[in-house]
């Protein structure tokens, strides 16, 4: 089963660093194990496997941030690299009531729109990487 969040009211950070989103997705999902037999009469038998978190978030690029510099492979920069692990993503569901999911998280591709009346948008897709804390869990 899978279940899906969004923050278009909400924040991402890469740590401490709030990345000016424009809005954001993940889904909370299971990958399965195929456990068919010839006994299961022609139809497939799958298995709950690992749970994952995955999504991506479209942020405003903008030089005065330069610690979220997508081609900045410098400290201090935190950086939205592709193939980057970053050690907690932290995603607000609003700014005022403290709801989040957050993790370890592989940043798997970065997309960059430029637009004629407006800033450059990065798309940063993202993967869960271990445990992930989600809303309710105490």
């Not at 496997?49 to 978030?57: L, Q």
């Not at 800033?119 to 869990?137: M, Q, Y």
Request: charged share 20%; aromatic share 6%.
């Amino acid at each position: 089963m899978s279940k899906g969040y969004s923050g278009v009211d909400g924040k991402v950070l890469i740590g401490a660093v709030d990345c000016d989103v424009m809005g954001w997705s993940a889904d909370v999902g299971n990958n399965t194990w195929d456990s068919t037999t010839t006994g299961d009469a022609g139809w497939d038998d799958v298995s709950a496997s690992t749970s994952n978190v995955k999504g991506s978030f479209d942020m405003l690029y903008s030089s005065d941030k330069p610690a979220l510099e997508p081609t900045s492979a410098t400290p201090p920069g935190v950086g939205v690299r592709q193939g980057k692990t970053v050690a907690v993503l932290h995603l607000n569901i609003n700014e005022t009531d403290g709801v989040e999911l957050s993790g370890a998280a592989l940043l798997t591709k970065i997309s960059i729109k430029s637009q004629v009346k407006g800033g450059t948008i990065l798309t940063v897709s993202f993967e869960s990487k271990g445990a992930w804390v989600l809303p309710g869990d105490a």
